[in-house]
């Protein structure tokens, strides 16, 4: 039978109101879909420690911005995957960007396991944004100005922290120096920050054991024995995992601890696990970006640390900071961004404009994200004490440092920028 | 002790077990666990040792049961053997984790419960002394079963040659249950003696049995006597070259390993085992 005129324009009528329809529901089929943000972090080994406080942030988090109507409106969801090797985790984020579509991708401890993904996430186009895998060296030489990669503070910091204290605290109380390191970039680039900030100060010191023992080592009984035989002033260590403990209980249980003074870096990411009964007062003990007891603390900082201690029975570290840092951080800049182009979901290049000096409330204060995609943080660190209610040491008095105090500009090289101080 | 029962094994069963590694995980991780509630239930600490090697032991109970899964591939090319024994590393480390979680697991303070021994301007925690002089006892106990008595001669009859011993009356399945629990025994009681001054995670596992191997490299296979003597070489090469020259620590080892494998292939001490 023919189509009649009438019956041809009932059906492009229909079909047109059928197209209007779904151009009208679209967007509000976007707003319901989910906000993908794909997580790395370390679940097992030494480092677990570390990145299951960061992924329990990530999602404590998320609650709180979903509680708060989500991302414009958009639930956030978190896609999880183990970091592990370089290999293995180029795989993951991989499979995050292309498997699982997500949004954004955060997370990555790992120094070793960054310098993998940076180039894998400026090839994919992949926003990636890092918790705490710090991937200078790599990147300056591979990849000078990454697009798609937002790293974290640099290596140096804490090292930078901890040197200038103790060069103004201990000036002339220590000659002879040694560095217990884990063996990759960031153990070498924090005893070399340490010499030559101790070289600025006019504080002349002899390195007389420097020992590098690999990340996750549990055995330092050799090594502390060397220590033993190196007798040196000072000890300096920047072990950061469960590592730095047994470090400290096995220095201890050879007699090491006594007229040796210790400076730990960054072991405030592991604090519960450093006794009274075997870490000594008064050695200088770094916590990077949050210090949980801190009495100055932001409302934000207290009511996070009073609830991640109801919930886990433990008191938060920096790789909770990191979390929050980087998951607010998109939260606020894809709002900045969709603003500035009337409330449209904005794509990755306009959330990444969005990124590059976009300033928010952190954990541990006010922070920032620079132009060449460095984060500015603040710094904690102090000497520790007995003197609280806990099995574990913590620090009397907080000292607090700035991001431009203890992070070198952008474009400036660590020994440059450190030798034009002003000391 | 790791190495050693790794060579018992290899020695009796012809079986390369890759698991020995999991075994010494599982003493640290049950170590704590037992030491952790015995103390907390008022066990005095000082006893805290003999809770720990107990809990070694008996741990040792999963020794049959993997012996069991073992069987079917006794026969087959060693290559099944590392698959299989390989496998149950990976199902160790799951079964760690679901039990006690992802987390470095470190033991409470009783690490100094002993005190300090001091020689000269050197200090020594009483407790590695005594953890040295187990290793030593358990050695010396080792050479004693396997030389002096019943059990010992059995064992080394079916190391020499399985069909005689088998011909002979000798009821293999149950040796071979025996053995390999012994084997199991050598892994957990080391791991629960050495967790007091350390920390497990879940990857000391595999970290374990690479030093094991490189023991039992130098020493030769199914030499019990050489393994003794291996560890220590091992042991204080590591420490020389940490003294002397830190980044030599591993490379130091595996010069050892090469030059054992290209000069005598059989180990240092593989006529001993003859």
Sequence with gaps: MATTRRQFLELVGGAAALATARLDTAPAFAQATPVRMGVLTIKSGIGAQVGEAGLRSAQWTTDRINKAGGILGRKLELVVEEESTPKDTVERFRKLALQNKVDVITGVISTGVSLAIGPVAEELKMLWISWDGTTQKGVEETMPNPRYSFRS??????????????????????????????????????????????????????????????????????????????????????????????????????????????????????????????????????????????????????????????????????????????????????????????????????????????????????????KDHIPECNFYGGFTTYKNRFDFVTIDPVVKMTGPEVQKPSGVGLKDWIQSWKV | MVAAGLQLVFGVQKIVNLACGSFYALGAYFGVTVVTRALAAGLPPPLFLVVLIAGGLALAAIGPIVERVLRPVYDRDESFQIILTFALVLMFEDITRFIWGSSPYQMGNV????????????????????????????????????????????????????????????????????????????????????????????????????????????????????????????????????????????????????????????????????
């Design chain 1, 153 to 370: 503070t640099d290596n140096e910091c804490e090292a930078v922290m901890a040197s200038i204290v103790v060069a103004k605290n201990w000036k002339g109380k220590f000659k002879t120096v040694a560095g217990i390191n884990p063996d990759y970039s960031y153990g070498r680039d924090n005893w070399q920050a340490f010499l030559w900030i101790m070289e600025k100060y006019g504080n002349p010191v002899t390195p007389v054991s420097d020992l590098w023992p690999k990340l996750g080592t549990t055995d330092f009984t050799a090594h502390v024995a060397a220590l033993q035989q190196a007798k040196p002033d000072l000890i300096f260590s920047s072990h950061w995992a469960g590592d730095a403990s047994v470090l400290m209980k096995q220095a201890h249980a050879a007699g090491l601890v006594g007229n040796t003074k210790f400076v730990f870096v960054v072991a405030g990411g592991v604090h519960e696990t450093l006794k009274k009964s075997f870490t000594p007062e008064g050695m200088f003990l770094g916590y990077n970006t949050i210090y949980f007891d801190y009495a100055d603390a932001s409302p934000l900082q207290k009511q996070f640390v009073k609830e991640y201690n109801d919930r886990y029975k433990e008191w938060p570290v920096f790789e909770c900071e990191r979390a929050y840092l980087v998951t607010s951080a998109y939260k606020a800049a894809v709002e900045k961004a969709a603003k500035a182009i009337g409330g449209k979901w904005p794509t990755t290049d306009q959330v990444i404009d969005a990124l590059e000096g976009l300033e928010l409330e952190s954990l541990g204060g006010k922070a920032r994200y620079r």
């Design chain 2, 111 to 274: 690490y100094l419960v002993y005190g300090q021994w001091k020689i000269g301007r050197l200090t020594v925690p009483v407790y590695n002394l005594i953890v040295i002089a187990a290793g030593g006892l358990i050695a010396l106990g080792m050479g004693f079963v396997l030389s002096r008595t019943r059990f010992g001669r059995i064992v080394r009859a079916t190391a020499e040659n399985r069909e005689m011993s088998e011909a002979l009356g000798v009821d293999m399945r149950r040796i071979y249950a025996r053995v390999f629990t012994l084997g199991t025994a050598l892994g957990t009681v080391g791991g629960a003696l050495v967790i007091p001054a350390t920390a497990v995670t879940l990857d000391v596992a595999v970290e374990v049995i690479v030093e094991a191997f490189a023991v039992v490299v130098i020493s030769g296979l199914g030499s019990m006597r050489g393994t003794f003597v291996g560890a220590l070489l091992v042991g204080v090469l590591k420490a020389v070259a940490i003294a002397a020259y830190p980044e030599l620590e591993l490379l130091v080892i595996y010069v050892i390993v090469i030059a054992v494998l290209v000069l005598r292939p059989a180990g240092l001490f593989a006529r001993a085992a003859a």
